[in-house]
Every structure is written in C-alpha cells, then in structure tokens.
C-alpha cells in the first residue's frame, strides 16, 4: 500500500533534539511540537510515495545548504517559541 510522507517531518525530528539541548530551550511535547510546526513551514515540503523517492530525497540530506536550512529553521523555531511558549 503506498503512503504519502513529507520527508521533511523525518529529517525535523532527526535533527531536532541536539539543538533544543544547545540552546536550553523548554522541551515539552507542547513548545516541540510547536517548533517543529514552525520549522516545517520555513522549509519546502518534500513528498514521497515510493521507497525510491524516499532514498532520492535521502540523498539531498547530503547536501551542505539543506543541512545548513534545516539547522537555520530549527533554531528560528525554538527561538520564537521560547519567547510566548504555549504550554
């Protein structure tokens, strides 16, 4: 059965605790989710369907300037969350 997945969610997720722990943000499921959210609408979406556009879209992780966008957006997102929380 095939799924639609925003690719993104994943490297968001994989990326996501390292930079909360350096930037002592408040990490409940509430201000995480809400920067998460955030992030993900600072970056362009990447869907998948297959097992081949996943591991197509893999390979742009490994690009300097995507990892650098993601980091950036991250960080912007924990930054205005830690300003108004809203948990």
């Not at 943000?25 to 509430?30: A, L, N, P």
């Not at 995480?32 to 097992?51: C, E, G, H, Q, S």
């Not at 390979?59 to 929380?85: C, G, N, R």
Request: glycine residues 2%.
């Amino acid at each position: 059965m095939y799924k639609l997945k925003n690719f993104m969610e994943e490297v968001i997720k994989k990326k996501i605790d390292p930079i909360l722990n350096l930037l002592n943000v408040c990490q409940c499921e509430k201000c995480r989710l809400d920067i998460m959210a955030i992030a993900l609408n600072d970056i362009p979406a990447k869907y998948v369907v297959t097992d081949t556009g996943e591991l197509y879209t893999k390979l742009s992780e490994l690009e300097q300037q995507f990892e650098v966008d993601v980091e950036t957006a991250i960080i912007k997102a924990a930054l205005l969350v830690s300003k108004s929380p809203k948990h």
